[in-house]
């Protein structure tokens, strides 16, 4: 699997965007890049995902680098229910195990 | 959709009594299966999955391990709980070719 790295930490205020970047240099072809998100005491839930294209849902959008070494996960407006730790996976499709890494803690001030 | 029961929610064990968490899924059929365990303030480790019925990967050596009876149940034991055991539990279940996945409410372990 491809190696992750994101901030440990970042911190914004609610009602303002929220720009979370990953590094995938190590990315393959084949890899899709999913986001998930850990909310407070709860189990992780998927958010997004991509290959190549920027992808948007009601969540969040995903910008993809055109070398796909990097994304970012954006949060249009911020709300308190988005403070959570936020995970970046890259992973061939079809892979049978998901593994997390450490994820960036979202801190948001009202 | 997919929903995923675990049960219970909290559970307090004494070290060297055994355990069993119970997973079931509804709302698909032969998913992949894992268990994960998330120890205070750490990451997600990846314990056990499966892809089927009898199938169960390793991801971890520990005195924990996994069975699937049926297509959507996923069981994990242990014989004698050490306190290192101690951590919230998740399930979770995806499809056959990579799909999100879904996950469980969690269990949390506390051995004493």
């Known amino acids: 699997d491809a190696k992750t790295t994101q901030p440990n930490s970042m911190e914004s205020n609610e009602e303002e965007p929220v720009h979370l970047p990953c590094n995938h240099s190590?990315?393959?072809?084949?890899?899709?890049i999913h986001w998930y998100r850990q909310l407070p005491s709860q189990g992780p839930e998927y958010v997004i995902h991509?290959?190549?294209s920027n992808v948007n849902n009601r969540m969040a959008s995903l910008a993809i680098a055109e070398d796909r070494k990097s994304s970012t996960l954006i949060l249009h407006r911020a709300t308190l229910r988005d403070a959570a730790v936020y995970y970046c996976i890259p992973t061939f499709q079809g892979a049978q195990k998901l593994v997390f890494g450490q994820g960036t803690r979202l801190t948001i001030n009202p | 959709s997919q929903t995923i029961h675990q049960w219970p929610a909290t559970l307090v064990q004494p070290v060297g009594s055994p355990l069993s968490l119970e997973c079931t899924v509804e709302g698909t059929s032969n998913p992949n299966l894992y268990w994960y365990r998330q120890a205070a303030g750490r990451g997600l480790q990846l314990l056990f999955y499966?892809?089927?019925?009898?199938?169960i990967s390793s991801e971890v050596p520990q005195n924990l391990s996994a069975s699937r009876p049926q297509d959507r149940q996923f069981i994990l034991s242990s014989k004698k709980l050490l306190l290192s055991d101690s951590g919230f539990y998740l399930c979770?279940?995806?499809?056959?070719?990579?799909?999100?996945?879904?996950f469980g409410n969690g269990t949390r372990l506390t051995v004493t």
């Open positions: 499966s892809v089927g019925i009898g199938q």
């Open positions: 991509g290959l190549t």
């Open positions: 979770a279940s995806s499809g056959q070719f990579y799909s999100p996945l879904h």
């Open positions: 190590t990315i393959s072809g084949t890899d899709y």
